[in-house]
């Protein structure tokens, strides 16, 4: 079995308040726990309370996946319960695909005058792989499988896809399907059990009929372009993820029901949520 928990299920930047209650105001953070396996995806604010839960396990080994460096995707990372604490074990993997190193770059995060500890001060066993397009890597003995492929965003990002034991699930956050679905991510998504996917927008706000200007190029997707590539690419459940700073619990509802339209076996991302995948 797959177990998926939400941290964080927002973009852009945390939104706590009267308004996002119900469906959280943490950026974004995803763990998935394949049997023994702890993997993360991304690291934004949510992260520090998946920590939290982390540091009453005691000693961890974690397994955390960036889908891009963009900051509501790292900021929670200096306040990872886990990192500071001796005897832990943290890989950390992102994309080959800006100019800098993921170290490098969670490096700068931390360093001095930005925080007071410095990523080389922290006591974990931290190691950085940065990934090539199409690098597999495994875990838990062989069962536990993570690729990925790069799409539509500026300055890039990683789709990754998880499977263990016949289970799987896609997160694609942070990705724009242009005219169509976008291809690439229709064949790395056919057929899998879990489709966490970019709904920043709705169809009006990303084409700016709404009001407020086209989105077009910002490098996310909608609600409904979610329904419709979660129908093509047949994968079981489809999570909207990555809400817009600007949504309010509402619109969230919204943003579901007007998605299940296209695709019943939808839900919209909330923190807490947990889904599990298999027996
Ligand atoms: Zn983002
Ligand atoms: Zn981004």
Redesign the pocket.
């Known amino acids: 079995m797959i177990r998926v928990k939400f941290w964080g299920v927002r973009?852009s930047i945390p939104v706590p308040g009267p308004t996002t209650v119900r469906t959280g105001g943490n950026t974004s953070s995803v763990e998935v726990r394949c049997g023994d396996s702890l993997i993360i995806l991304d690291a934004g604010t949510g992260i520090r309370l998946l920590g939290n839960e982390l540091l009453k396990e005691g000693k961890i080994e974690g397994h955390i996946f960036i889908s891009?460096v963009?900051w509501?995707?790292i900021q929670g990372f200096p306040f990872f319960g886990p990192a500071f604490s001796r005897g832990n074990k943290i890989f950390l993997y992102g994309g080959r695909n800006v100019t800098t190193t993921l170290e490098e770059t969670l490096y700068g995060q931390m360093n001095y005058p930005n925080f007071p500890v410095m990523l080389s001060q922290l006591p974990s066993e931290i190691s950085f792989n940065d990934l090539d397009e199409g690098e597999v890597i495994s875990m838990g003995g062989g069962e536990v499988v993570v690729e990925n492929v790069k799409l539509n965003?500026?300055n890039g990002?990683y789709s990754y896809k998880i499977s263990y034991r016949g289970q799987s699930l896609v997160y694609a956050t942070?990705t724009e399907h242009y005219a169509n679905p976008d291809p690439k991510l229709l064949e790395f998504a056919r057929g899998t059990d879990l489709l966490v996917y970019d709904a920043q927008y709705f169809p009006e706000e990303y084409t700016g009929s709404a009001g407020g200007g086209s989105k077009v190029g910002w490098?996310h997707s909608t609600n409904l372009e979610g329904a419709k590539m979660a129908a093509l690419a047949k994968v079981k459940k489809l999570a909207l993820f990555h809400h817009d700073p600007l949504h309010t619990d509402e619109m969230v509802d919204e943003k579901e029901r007007l998605a299940r339209e296209t695709f019943p076996e939808t839900v919209a991302a909330r923190e807490g949520m947990v889904i599990e995948l298999g027996s």
């Open positions: 973009g891009h963009h509501d995707h965003h500026p990002v942070d490098g």
